[in-house]
């Protein structure tokens, strides 16, 4: 890795992460707060409300269901209109945002300290008290498929739903992207069942952050979710997704394309596994930032993309890494021998000292530029919790980072980009399947 230019200063230190005090406390229901108390920065207070179950506990016939569920939450409540709650947000100096992942809804709020306990009275209306009107659910889908009819013109969108079976089969991480029939058959009675189903204090967690204390912020959790109950036994949550996958080779034709969408994809491992940081680094190296092995060669040394890159996620039952380029139609074979050899090489080879240390400073430095706002520390927290993780995983992240030596990198590499284990799509024109020969028999399929 080349050394910074001579007229340039060394490296800076690393700013440290303030050390974060993280209150854990339960309340009568089970419901689990996390409070960080902070005595500076803006006079604001952050709500981040987690529950188990999302996209990958949708129904089989009903991909993409949680989508819906969680955009609907905050259109009503059984005392607010959608209208209302925005008027409310606005005049509490806040902010309210749901979203769904593979395996939860977040809700996060946020508003000027001295309207916290406001705030987290709206977030808890949301969160328990959805009215799901029936002009709203009308509205919904109607976005919802008119996103999805955008979408599915998309080549990356289409390399992505192609790839996602081939590296989860028969998981339901693999089957998560809405269909037009799936979105259709929502009714208000399914929203209702699913969200009494997932929306329980014994898999929820409540993080609060910013200018508030402890004892204000139970007082405020105990208030409004106190009574927040549930029937029966927890029926959300997915067993793990495979570890390997045999891999598949799929072609989506798409005429008079001028590019070729290029995805390489396999399973990789839990949040909570122990090979997780020494992957974390490895496809780092590989595959993140503009210094990456990958963007390095298939766009500064040969020109073949804009950018190229490779992605590992990480979540509660599993993971993945994709290997991912958009590149000129005459270099689409060239290109994915350029991805397997680079596969290939960090294997083979022990990574030098300057490069590992360079992607090691990338990643904590991104992370902690990122975590230095306190809703972003609430809402790492949150994550950290749905993909199975204690509250120290926040301030282990780094000191885990740079404990990961050269050696670990090689393995890992072996272990996890061996180019005979990769999955790969191509989206493009049928000209390029010529040039696919080498690399398997390719299943051909319209878009």
């Known amino acids: ?92 100096g806040g902010d309210l945002h749901v979203d769904a992942g593979l395996d939860g809804i977040t809700l996060s709020a946020s508003a000027l300290s001295v309207n916290a306990a406001k705030a987290i009275t709206l977030l808890s209306e949301v969160a328990l008290s959805p009215a799901f009107p029936p002009a709203e659910i009308a509205q919904g889908k109607l976005r919802a498929l008119q996103a999805l009819l955008a979408a599915q013109a998309d080549p990356d969108w289409q390399a992505r739903r192609a790839l996602a079976p081939l590296v989860f089969p028969g998981h339901p991480y693999g089957y998560v992207l809405p269909t037009r029939a799936s979105l259709l058959g929502v009714t208000a009675e399914q929203l209702h069942a699913e969200h009494d189903r997932r929306f329980r ?79 974390l680094v490895t496809n780092a190296i590989l595959g993140e930032g503009f210094r990456s092995r990958l963007n390095l060669d298939l766009r500064e040394d040969k020109g073949y993309t804009y950018g190229a890159g490779s992605v590992f996620s990480a979540e509660r039952s599993g993971g993945s890494l994709v290997g991912y380029a958009s590149v000129r139609n005459a270099v689409t074979g060239a290109a994915i021998g350029r991805f397997l ?83 790969i799509v191509v989206v493009g024109d049928p000209g390029v399947l010529g040039q696919l020969q080498p690399y398997g028999d390719f299943t051909q399929v319209s878009k």
């Open 1 to 92: 890795m080349d050394a910074l230019p001579k007229d340039l200063p060394p490296y800076a230190a690393d700013q440290p992460l303030p050390a974060l005090h993280i209150d854990q406390r339960r309340l009568g229901n089970g419901l689990t707060v996390w409070v960080v108390p902070r005595n500076d920065g803006p006079p604001k207070v952050h709500f981040v409300l987690a529950v188990r179950g999302g996209l990958a506990d949708d129904p089989a016939q009903q991909p993409g269901f949680s989508t819906l569920l969680a955009e609907l939450l905050k259109e009503g409540t059984s005392a607010r209109d959608a209208n209302t709650i925005a008027q409310d947000l606005q005049s509490y």
């Open 201 to 279: 204090p014994d898999e929820a967690l409540l993080v609060v952050t910013g200018r508030i204390d402890t004892d204000t912020a139970m007082r405020l959790a105990d208030a409004v979710f106190g009574d927040w109950s549930a029937d029966g036994k927890p029926s959300v949550g997915v067993g793990p997704a495979p570890a390997t996958a045999p891999p598949a080779r799929m072609f989506i034709s798409r005429s008079d394309s001028v590019q070729s969408v290029i995805r390489l994809g396999r399973p990789a491992v839990a949040a909570t596994s122990p090979d997780y940081y020494p992957l």
């Open 341 to 423: 050899a680079d596969y290939a090489q960090l294997g083979d080879a022990p990574v030098d000292a300057a490069e590992l240390a360079q992607t090691r400073h990338y990643l904590v430095g991104r992370y902690l530029l990122h975590n230095q706002p306190q809703a972003q520390v609430a809402s790492a927290l949150a994550g950290d919790w749905l993909a199975g993780l204690s509250a120290q995983a926040f301030t282990d992240y780094v000191p885990k980072v740079e404990a990961v030596t050269a050696a670990q990198v090689q393995a890992t590499a072996r272990t996890y980009f061996a180019p005979k284990d990769a999955s």
